[in-house]
C-alpha cells in the first residue's frame, strides 16, 4: 500500500499492472513515446462488407481471453454491447474483457455474461446495474477500471489498455469503411468516441443498420482504420439517448441553484465577451445554460464558444448568435444531432481535441467556466461522482475530470440537502475529482469558494452573493437529519479510479460493514 | 385501529400505527444501512416523547427529514391513542418581528406537503406563510397541523414565518393550539369579515401565548379580505386589534363570491377599500398573488399597478415570483436618492432656523419631508433584512 497525495490508500499493484499514484492534478510530465499502431495489412481496394456479425468476429480472430471497444453514444438506446455480446457468448468464446466509453441500464446483460463466464474484466465506466452487481460481490477476474473521456483516449494512446476488436455502432456507414454518427436512419451524434479504438486495435469492425454509397460522411470513422463492416438490423434507439435527463427542472430548490451559479459567474471576472462554458444535461445544469444565455442576452455579449454533450439549450444559443461555436463530443438530444448536421459552427470534438492530458493541448483548457454535479463533495472540496455515499459503484467519471481539471472556473452545483443523505460530507467515500481543481461549490444554502481562489470569493462578496464556509452549509443542512451510518471497507479492490493522467487517484473496496 | 399518516410520495414517509402489546418500531427504506439507524432513532424518540405507550410503528421512508418522520409519527400516535398526551411540547424558539418590516412578498406553501416544505425557508422572502387552509383537504388538516409546527420548531426562518389557519369556527382553534408552538410570527386569518373575529382570534392567540410562555401580544395577525363582506366592513377589521400589522387582499375568493371576473375593473374597487382601511388604521395592505406562473411580464405589470394603488406587497405561489416582487416594492434609487435630497434639505433648513423647506426650487411640505424619512427607514430594513 501507498498513499496518494490524497492520502488515498491505492496498493502498488491492480490485476496486471503497477499502479503510479496521483501525484498533482497536473503533476505528471507525459515523456517519452506513444505506443506503436499495428500495421493492418496489405492496401486495399475492395469493399470490406461481411454478412454476418458472426463471420466478421470470425474474420477478425477474436478468442477468449481478448480485449473489445465499444461507445456509448446511444447511451440508454444502445443494442450493440448486448448483441456482440450475445453472439460471442453463442459462438463460444468467453473470459472477454470489455473496453466501452461508458455502460447503461439498458447493459444488464452483461451481468449474466460476468456470471456465465463470458465476460471476466472491466476497464470502463459502471453505470447502473453492472456496478451494482460488482459492489455487491459479482466477481471480475481483475478490479474494472474507470477513467475519464480523457483519460480513456490517452491509456490507448500510451499502451495501457491495447484492443483487440473495437465495435464501432454507425448509424450511417459505406461498404470501404468510412462511418458517421450524425447521419442515417437512427442517428446518435458524433461517435468519435471511439477514432482512436479504430486506429489502435487490431481490428476494427463498424456496425451498421444504414449502408450507404461511397463516400459517407463526416468520415469520423475512416477507411483507413476499418476492416470489416458488418451490416444489422438495428444499433440503437436515438429515441433513449435523452432518456433520464434532459428535463428543465421545476424543483425550486434546483433553479435557486442554477440562479445562484449564473449570478457567481456574472460576479466573475469572465463574464465578458467571447465567454466559454460547458454546461451538462443535467436540470440544474440546463437551467444554468439558459440563465446564463438570458444574461448574456441581456449584457449584449457574445460567447467563444459552448461544449456540449451538445443540447437543444446549446443549440438554440448558437442559432441566435449568442456563441461562435459549439464544440461537440456526444449528442443528449435529437436537436443537437440535427444541428451537428446543420451548422457549421457546431463542431465534433473527439475526445483527443477535447480532453488529452498527454498532448500540448486540450479544449476544456480554452474554457472559462463549467457547471458540474456531484454525487458527494468534502470539506477539501473533494468531488465523487462514481459511488454512493453507502460504497455502492455507480456511475462513470463521464468527463468530470477533463472539464474540472481545464476551467478556469470549475463550479460544482449540488443540493445541501438531498433527501436523508448528505451530499457535503468531511471525507468523500470515492475522490473522483481533486479539489485542487474545484473553485466553488453552489448549494441552495450558499455558495462556497475554494480557499485557492480568494480572489473570486471577494468578488462574490463585493456583488452580494451569498458566500459561506463549506462546513457552515453542511452544519446547516444536518441539523434536518440524523447522522448516516458509514461503510467500512474491507482490503479487497473492486475498481480503480484513474486520474486523467493515468495515474490512480482512488480506488473502490468492497464493503464489509457498517458503522 | 389502525391508521395510516403521511404518502409515498419524494420527501414523505407513510406511517402506520396500532395499539399493541408493546411499543416496537419497524423501518423500510431504499438504503437499509444508511439510513435505518437515524429514522429508528427519531421514531423512538417521538415515542419516548409520548411516555412510551404500547404502539406498533411502522415508518417505509422516501427521504424524509427528521421533521417530517417525528410529524408523521406524532399524528399517528395520536390517531391510534386520542388519549396519549406527549410529556414535553415541541417548542420553537423566535423572537418577535418588527411590526413595520418591509412585507413586498409573502409565499404561499401548501402545510401537509414535505416535498414542498423542504428549502421553503431559502429564498429569501420577506413573509412564508405556511397553509393550512385551501391547500390542505379536510382529511389531513391534522397531519399538516403537526407538520407546520414541527418545521416552524425548527427551521430558522431568516424573515417572517406565518402560518394561514383555518377559520376559528372550522378547525381554526385547533389549528392555533398546535401550530402556536412552533412560533411562527403571525397568524394569517382568512375570510376576515369583522372586527369581532380578529378580536375573538387575538384573545385565543393570548390565551395560547399565555400558557406557552411566549410574550402576550407578540404574535400579529394578517387578516385576509377576500369576501364581499369582508371589503364592506375591511376598516373594522384593519383597526380591530393592535396584532395587526398587514392586511391583505385575496382576489380569488372575492370574485367568486361577488360573481365577476378577475379584470382590473372589477377588482378595482376592493383592493382601494383595502387598501385605505388599512392606511388608516396605520398598517401595510399586501395584493392578491398572481397565478399565471409563466407569465413574468404579465406579473410585474400587476405588481406596479398594485404599488401603484398604494399596496407594500403581494402574495406569491412559487418561489420564482419573488424577485420580481421585491424588485417593484422596494424604493427604487432614483426614489431613495430623492428622499435623501428632502431630509437633507430639512436638516439644513432646520438648522438655519427657516420655516420652508425647498428642494430643486420647490417647496416641500412637512408631510413629504416625513415620507421621505420612513422611506428611507423603510429602505434601510430593506438592505439589512432579517425579522426583527
Known amino acids: 500500500m501507498t498513499r496518494n497525495a490524497l492520502g488515498r490508500e491505492i496498493p502498488e499493484r491492480i490485476g496486471g499492472r503497477t499502479v503510479a499514484p496521483f501525484a498533482g492534478a497536473f503533476a505528471k510530465i507525459p515523456t517519452g513515446t506513444k505506443a506503436p499502431r499495428l500495421q493492418k495489412g496489405a492496401p486495399q481496394r475492395e469493399d470490406k462488407v461481411l454478412p454476418t456479425l458472426e463471420a466478421a468476429i470470425e474474420a477478425c480472430g477474436l478468442q477468449s481471453g481478448m480485449t473489445v471497444s465499444f461507445h456509448h453514444s446511444f447511451r440508454e438506446g444502445d443494442r450493440v454491447i448486448n448483441l456482440v455480446l450475445g453472439t460471442c457468448a453463442r459462438m463460444g468464446i468467453r473470459d472477454l474483457r470489455i473496453f466501452p466509453t461508458a455502460l447503461f441500464g439498458v447493459h444488464e446483460p452483461i451481468v449474466g455474461h460476468i456470471e456465465s463466464g463470458v465476460v471476466s474484466r472491466i476497464e470502463g465506466s459502471m453505470n447502473g446495474p453492472v456496478g451494482a452487481f460488482i459492489s455487491k460481490g459479482g466477481k471480475l477476474r481483475e478490479p474494472a477500471v474507470l477513467r475519464s473521456h480523457g483519460g480513456r483516449w490517452r491509456a490507448i494512446e500510451a499502451g495501457d489498455v491495447e484492443i483487440d476488436v473495437a465495435f464501432i455502432a454507425a448509424p450511417q456507414a459505406d461498404p470501404y469503411g468510412n462511418a458517421t454518427g450524425i447521419r442515417g436512419k437512427t442517428p446518435c451524434g458524433p461517435i468519435t ?125 448558437l442559432r441566435r448568435g449568442q456563441l461562435r461555436a459549439i464544440l461537440d463530443g456526444q449528442a443528449f438530444d435529437l436537436d443537437a444531432i440535427a444541428s451537428l448536421r446543420e451548422d457549421p459552427a457546431h463542431l465534433i470534438m473527439d475526445p483527443g481535441i477535447y480532453a488529452n492530458y498527454d498532448s500540448r493541448g486540450c479544449a476544456t483548457y480554452k474554457l472559462d467556466v463549467a457547471f458540474l454535479g456531484a454525487t458527494e463533495v468534502d470539506l477539501d472540496f473533494n468531488v465523487n461522482v462514481n459511488t454512493h455515499s453507502d460504497g455502492q459503484l455507480l456511475h462513470g467519471i463521464g468527463g468530470h475530470q477533463d472539464v474540472a481539471a481545464g476551467a478556469a472556473m470549475t463550479m460544482i452545483t449540488l443540493p445541501a440537502l438531498r433527501g436523508r443523505i448528505p451530499p457535503i460530507v468531511d471525507r468523500v467515500t470515492t475522490v473522483t475529482t481533486p479539489g485542487e481543481v474545484v473553485d466553488v461549490i453552489v448549494t441552495e444554502r450558499g455558495i462556497a469558494v475554494n480557499p485557492r481562489r480568494g480572489d473570486l470569493r471577494e468578488r462574490f462578496l463585493a456583488a452580494g452573493l451569498p458566500v459561506r464556509d463549506l462546513a457552515e452549509i453542511k452544519r446547516d443542512a444536518g441539523r434536518y437529519i440524523q447522522p448516516v451510518r458509514r461503510p467500512v471497507f474491507g482490503d479487497e479492490v473492486i475498481a480503480a479510479i484513474e486520474w486523467r493522467d493515468g495515474t490512480v487517484i482512488d480506488v473502490v473496496r468492497k464493503v464489509e460493514g457498517w458503522q | 385501529m389502525e391508521t395510516r399518516v403521511g404518502s409515498d410520495a419524494k420527501a414523505d414517509c407513510l406511517v402506520t400505527a396500532r395499539a399493541a402489546e408493546r411499543a416496537s418500531v419497524t423501518v423500510a427504506t431504499k438504503n437499509r444501512n444508511l439510513l435505518e439507524t437515524g429514522i429508528r432513532a427519531v421514531a423512538e424518540a417521538v415515542i419516548e416523547s409520548f411516555g412510551s405507550p404500547a404502539v406498533a410503528v411502522e415508518v417505509q421512508d422516501q427521504g424524509a427529514l427528521d421533521y417530517v418522520l417525528a410529524a408523521r409519527i406524532e399524528t399517528a400516535i395520536r390517531r391510534v391513542l386520542p388519549e396519549a398526551k406527549p410529556v414535553q411540547a415541541v417548542k420553537g424558539a423566535r423572537a418577535a418581528s418588527d411590526p413595520d418590516r418591509p412585507r413586498r412578498s409573502r ?25 393550512l387552509e385551501d391547500s390542505v383537504p379536510l382529511a389531513e388538516k391534522g397531519a399538516a397541523r403537526t407538520l407546520v409546527k414541527r418545521l416552524l420548531a425548527v427551521v430558522p426562518f431568516p424573515d417572517e414565518v406565518w402560518v394561514r389557519i383555518n377559520p376559528l369556527d372550522a378547525g381554526g382553534r385547533d389549528d392555533l393550539a398546535e401550530v402556536l408552538e412552533g412560533r411562527p410570527h403571525g397568524v394569517c386569518l382568512p375570510k376576515a369579515e369583522t372586527g369581532e373575529s380578529v378580536r375573538e382570534l387575538s384573545k385565543e392567540l393570548g390565551r395560547i401565548e399565555r400558557r406557552l410562555g411566549f410574550d402576550v401580544g407578540s404574535t400579529h395577525i394578517m387578516p385576509i379580505i377576500e369576501t364581499a363582506r369582508g371589503v364592506l366592513r375591511c376598516e373594522d377589521v384593519a383597526e380591530a386589534d393592535e396584532r395587526v400589522v398587514v392586511v391583505a387582499f385575496g382576489a380569488e375568493d372575492y370574485t367568486r363570491d361577488i360573481g365577476a371576473r378577475r379584470t382590473d375593473e372589477a377588482l378595482l374597487f376592493a383592493r382601494s377599500r383595502v387598501v385605505a382601511a388599512a392606511k388608516a388604521a396605520g398598517v401595510q395592505a ?51 436618492e430623492r428622499a435623501k435630497a428632502i431630509v437633507e434639505a430639512a436638516r439644513e433648513a432646520e438648522s438655519r432656523g427657516l420655516g420652508a423647506v425647498a428642494v430643486d426650487g420647490r417647496m416641500v411640505d412637512q408631510p413629504v419631508v416625513e415620507r421621505a424619512r420612513r422611506l428611507i427607514k423603510y429602505a434601510e430594513k430593506i438592505s439589512k433584512g432579517g425579522a426583527a
Not at chain 1, 481490428?203 to 470489416?228: R, S
Not at chain 1, 433520464?244 to 427542472?249: C, I
Not at chain 2, 404579465?298 to 421585491?326: M, V
Open chain 1, 193 to 317: 468516441f471511439q477514432a482512436v479504438d479504430a486506429q489502435y486495435a487490431r481490428k476494427t469492425v463498424v456496425v451498421t443498420n444504414d449502408l450507404a454509397p461511397y463516400p459517407v460522411y463526416p468520415m469520423e470513422i475512416q477507411q483507413g482504420w476499418t476492416d470489416y463492416v458488418v451490416v444489422v438490423d438495428e444499433i440503437g434507439d436515438p429515441a433513449s439517448i435523452s432518456a433520464g435527463t434532459l428535463q428543465l427542472t421545476n424543483s425550486p430548490t434546483n433553479l435557486l441553484i442554477a440562479r445562484l451559479t449564473v449570478d457567481a459567474v456574472m460576479a466573475s471576472p469572465y463574464f465578458k465577451d467571447g465567454i466559454s462554458f460547458q454546461g451538462g444535461a443535467g436540470g440544474v445544469s440546463l437551467a444554468a445554460t439558459k440563465f446564463l444565455g438570458d444574461e448574456m442576452d441581456k449584457a449584449k455579449i457574445v460567447g467563444s464558444f459552448g461544449m456540449g454533450g451538445g443540447t437543444k439549450m446549446l443549440v438554440d444559443l
Open chain 2, 107 to 131: 409565499l404561499y406553501a401548501p402545510g401537509n406537503n414535505p416535498r414542498l416544505l423542504v428549502g421553503i425557508d431559502i429564498h429569501g422572502t420577506d413573509c412564508v406563510l405556511l397553509d
Open chain 2, 286 to 336: 399586501s395584493d392578491t398573488v398572481y397565478a399565471d406562473l409563466a407569465n413574468d411580464a404579465g406579473l410585474a405589470d400587476e405588481c406596479a399597478r398594485a404599488r401603484d394603488l398604494g399596496f407594500d406587497g403581494k402574495g406569491a405561489i412559487n418561489p420564482r415570483q419573488i424577485p420580481i416582487l421585491h424588485h417593484v416594492f422596494s424604493p427604487s434609487a432614483a426614489e431613495l
